[in-house]
């Protein structure tokens, strides 16, 4: 089995950043049974939304357009750990953010696509 823990979460100043870390473990490595991992946030009464995903072969991205040239995706493979870099944060960035493993091609923006979930850590900006 795969675990995730993020970190990294907090409380910032809008136009302020934030690292967040996703730190995978187990059996078996994230990066040989999964195809990519991905950010993902949701705030109490709404849908988890997409946030980010890097596919862990290519390295390639896609963010949501909501985080687009404000927050990066990125990962090192060696420490099966990924990163969200988020910049120039906003109130409406507050929410938790879960990192996941998984997806599959044409299908990364959704949460039913992915099979190992972390446990959220809470991001809140405040004006």
């Known amino acids: 089995q795969v675990q995730l823990v993020e970190s990294g979460g907090g409380l910032v100043q809008a136009g302020g950043s934030l690292r967040l870390s996703c730190a995978a473990s187990?059996?078996?490595?994230?990066?040989?049974?999964?195809?990519?991992m991905g950010w993902f946030r949701q705030v109490p009464g709404k849908e988890r939304e997409f946030v980010a995903f890097?596919?862990?072969?290519?390295?390639?991205?896609f963010h949501a357009d909501s985080v687009k040239g404000r927050f990066t995706i990125s990962r090192d493979n060696a420490k099966n750990t990924v990163y969200l870099q988020m910049n120039s944060l906003k109130p409406e960035d507050t929410a938790v953010y879960y990192c996941?493993?998984?997806?599959?091609?044409?299908?990364?923006?959704?949460?039913?696509?992915?099979?190992?979930w972390g446990q959220g850590t809470q991001v809140t900006v405040s004006s």
């Open positions: 996941a493993a998984g997806g599959r091609v044409g299908g990364v923006r959704g949460a039913s696509n992915y099979e190992y």
């Open positions: 187990g059996r078996t490595s994230v990066t040989s049974i999964t195809y990519g």
């Open positions: 890097i596919r862990w072969t290519t390295g390639n991205t």
